[in-house]
């Protein structure tokens, strides 16, 4: 779990390094936005893999409350890529919704834990593509 988050933190603020401080000009472009969407990202990462993640899976009924939740970090995940993908917030909703939806795919919602997991990496997925097209552009 705490593996996961720390890759997806990390990967958030690549991400916002190459949005934020890659510019087509020599020099940086935006270094406040960077600083903000990274304490963003981490206290977003903080949140959710230390105390909900955490907490779904230390409960009894944990893994068909993981597949739920799941659902909903990864439905946030996918409906934050328009409003927040700029602040780095959808990587780490996605890691939290794939790290949960593999937690609740043994219980009786595994439909809904595979939805979070496939929503989950689709997000993940797609948007460091993205990242990763941007940064050789400008580079």
Not at 10 to 21: F, G, R
Not at 109 to 117: E, F, N, P
């Amino acid at each position: 779990m705490a593996a996961v988050g720390l890759c997806v933190t990390l990967v958030a603020i690549a991400a916002m390094a190459v949005d934020h401080l890659l510019g087509d000009d020599p020099g940086l472009e935006d270094p406040v936005t960077f600083a903000i969407s990274a304490v963003l990202s981490v206290t977003l990462a903080l949140l959710l893999f230390g105390w909900l993640v955490p907490r779904t899976v230390a409960d009894p009924a944990g893994p068909v409350l993981a597949a739920t939740r799941g659902l909903w970090c990864s439905v946030a995940a996918l409906l934050g890529v328009p409003l927040t993908m700029w602040l780095g917030l959808p990587f780490v909703m996605a890691g939290a919704g794939l790290v949960l939806g593999l937690r609740g795919r043994g219980s009786e919602r595994r439909s809904r834990a595979t939805t979070a997991v496939v929503l989950a990496l689709a997000v993940l997925l797609f948007g460091t593509v993205g990242y990763i097209a941007q940064a050789a552009r400008k580079l």
